[in-house]
């Protein structure tokens, strides 16, 4: 039996974000929030 593959994102320190406003020079002055979901970790199971 094969265990399915296994994906992860690590973004430290709002990685890309900073990657997208040096590809993207109209996101230079907008502001840009990072949000999380984790605060519904454990729900709905």
Known sequence: ???PPVFALIDCNSFYASCE????PDLAKT?????????LR????
Request: hydrophobic letters at 35%.
């Open 31 to 39: 502001p840009i929030v990072v949000l999380s979901n984790n605060d």
């Open 42 to 45: 454990g729900r709905n199971r």
């Open 1 to 3: 039996m094969s265990n």
């Open 21 to 24: 406003r040096v590809f993207r």
